[in-house]
């Protein structure tokens, strides 16, 4: 099993920043480093959305609507994940999950919740 435990979120004003970050543990987290790691987020009322992602070797992706302001990155030695988000605005207001795929299963973490708004 992975378990996976975002921290982070919160509430910030327009134009903040945040940093989530995602700790995995478990019996197969010490294949950590050979997963794709990502981060998805959900909106009231929305489906949810894949915001970024970074493959074992540091290949990453991010959505359009994040594209230059959020960062994702991977500490393999610390089994964490992390997104900078900078220049936040309203509307990436969501609960925020670390999302793990691994030897084709999926593991998602609980979600943390982030809120932009003055």
């Known amino acids: 099993q992975v378990q996976l435990v975002e921290s982070g979120g919160g509430l910030v004003q327009p134009g903040g920043s945040l940093r989530l970050s995602c700790a995995a543990s478990?019996?197969?987290?010490?294949?950590?480093?050979?997963?794709?790691m990502g981060w998805h987020r959900q909106a009231p009322g929305k489906q949810r959305e894949l915001v970024a992602t970074?493959?074992?070797?540091?290949?990453?992706n991010y959505a359009d609507s994040v594209r230059g302001r959020f960062t994702i990155s991977r500490d393999n030695a610390k089994k964490t994940l992390y997104l900078q988000m900078n220049s936040l605005k309203p509307e990436d207001t969501a609960v925020y999950y670390c999302?793990?795929?691994?030897?084709?299963?999926?593991?998602w973490g609980q979600g943390t919740q982030v809120t932009v708004s003055s």
């Open positions: 478990g019996s197969r987290s010490t294949m950590y480093s050979m997963g794709t």
């Open positions: 999302t793990q795929r691994l030897l084709g299963d999926d593991y």
């Open positions: 970074i493959t074992s070797i540091g290949s990453t």
